[in-house]
């Protein structure tokens, strides 16, 4: 739910966002290695029920 808030919040304002999550099913929408590396900024929060953002 915060990652899909997270995410529209960024739409509304026109930037590129992916919201990496990790929940009771795993982790999804992983950000990987190129991702980081290619990104204007990578915020990262714990515990891991919350979410990772990459902005593109």
């Known amino acids: 739910m915060a990652a899909e ?3 529209q ?3 509304s ?3 590129g966002m992916k ?3 990790h929940g009771s099913i795993g982790a ?3 950000c990987d290695d ?6 204007d900024g ?7 029920a919350t979410p990772r ?3 593109a």
């Open 53 to 55: 953002w990459c902005q």
């Open 28 to 30: 999804e929408n992983v």
């Open 5 to 7: 808030k997270l995410a």
């Open 9 to 11: 919040a960024a739409q």
């Open 42 to 48: 990578v915020s990262s929060r714990t515990p891991s």
């Open 19 to 21: 919201v990496e999550t």
């Open 13 to 15: 304002r026109g930037v």
């Open 34 to 39: 190129n991702d980081v590396r290619t990104t």
